[in-house]
């Protein structure tokens, strides 16, 4: 058995683990349940039960305390001074300011049409209302389901292929043209997440040499929205970059790219600062702050098709996030 093989194994036999046991299972807890024994997590996962449970989405029993989570606080709507006091250049939370300007970014996170939480995105255009201001609106990915084409077990009784679609469609629509119409002249941008492009990997699997025939693109097409059509490729943005995301754990992308990130696809929003002075790290004009933000869900996490993960282990959190001249923080709702 390969190594990936086993990681996805343990993955697996975990999550089965903390379903049974409506929690996550302690490290004592796993040994006892576990059928594949705590010899092979340790040669998979470094060791550490801990990195275990991070690949499985799931968390330790006991949260450390994390001096980040001031940054989850609820945005309240300000009046900005005219003038602000002179930025030290030893403050690197004030350096990251300056730089930041006085732009003012609202990032969406995973919807999932159809299956869009009505109530999280209503709460997004309440959050519009209130900030006239802002300057630019990312959707961060996955912004269609696409549940027909899931490789997990599912069904065509809710929606077949094509009324997915055309709802999902529909939805988004409405969507952007609602925010362009609440801030006229804002600057939207869409990206694309793994969700996304499931029926075109569905197609690929099965018909590779119909690749050049396969066209989807126009389903993320709107009126006045940019488009980032290839989920590898970062969107840039005043020093930061915007992806859907590919690893677990908040800071992972900003630590493995030295950039600071704003990313969505684990469901799970968040803010946390990474100081570039540790471990050596420093950048070509000195130490500095870099941060990762995640945009988290505005999706349903009770309809079916988010089904496919236990989400109250997970906890996944609506949500969505904010950067301007306070810095990168998660609105949780």
């Keep these: 058995m390969g190594l990936s093989d086993l990681r996805h194994r343990l993955i697996a036999e975990v999550?089965?683990?903390?379903?049974?046991?409506?929690?996550?299972?302690?490290?004592?807890?796993?040994?006892?349940?576990?059928?594949?024994?705590?010899?092979?997590y340790r040669s998979a996962f470094n060791g550490s039960y801990s990195i275990l449970l991070q690949a499985a989405g799931l968390r330790k029993t006991i949260d450390a305390f994390n001096p980040n989570d001031i940054f989850k606080a609820e945005v309240q709507h300000r009046s900005v001074p005219k003038t602000t006091a002179p930025v030290s250049q030893d403050n690197p939370t004030q350096a990251m300011v300056k730089r930041l300007g006085k732009s003012k970014t609202l990032i969406l996170g995973d919807t999932h049409f159809p299956w869009v939480s009505v109530e999280a995105l209503s709460a997004v255009y309440q959050f519009i209302e209130n900030n006239p201001d802002i300057t630019t609106v990312i959707q961060m990915g996955d912004l269609y389901d696409m549940f027909s084409w899931a490789k997990f077990p599912r069904t065509h009784l809710l929606y077949n292929p094509q009324q997915e679609i055309e709802i999902g469609r529909k939805m988004a629509e409405d969507m952007w043209t609602t925010i362009q119409r609440m801030l006229p002249g804002v600057r939207c941008v869409q990206i694309l997440g793994n969700h996304d492009i499931r029926p075109i990997k569905k197609c690929l699997e099965l018909a590779p040499e119909l690749e050049p025939f396969l066209q989807f693109k126009h389903l993320f097409k709107f009126e006045n929205v940019e488009l980032i059509d290839d989920p590898r490729q970062p969107f840039e943005l005043d020093g930061v970059w915007y992806m859907h995301g590919h690893l677990s754990g908040l800071g992972a992308h900003a630590r493995k790219y030295l950039r600071s990130v704003v990313c969505g696809h684990t469901h799970r929003g968040g803010c946390v600062m990474i100081p570039m002075g540790e471990n050596g790290m420093v950048g070509s004009e000195g130490p500095k702050t870099l941060f990762e933000c995640n945009a988290g869900l505005l999706g349903d996490p009770q309809s079916r098709p988010m089904s496919y993960t236990p989400t109250k282990i997970n906890e996944w959190t609506l949500g969505f996030a904010v950067i301007d001249e306070w810095g990168p923080r998660f609105v949780p709702l």
């Design 15 to 40: 999550k089965e683990i903390a379903s049974a046991l409506g929690k996550t299972p302690t490290r004592d807890e796993y040994r006892q349940h576990s059928k594949i024994g705590e010899k092979a």
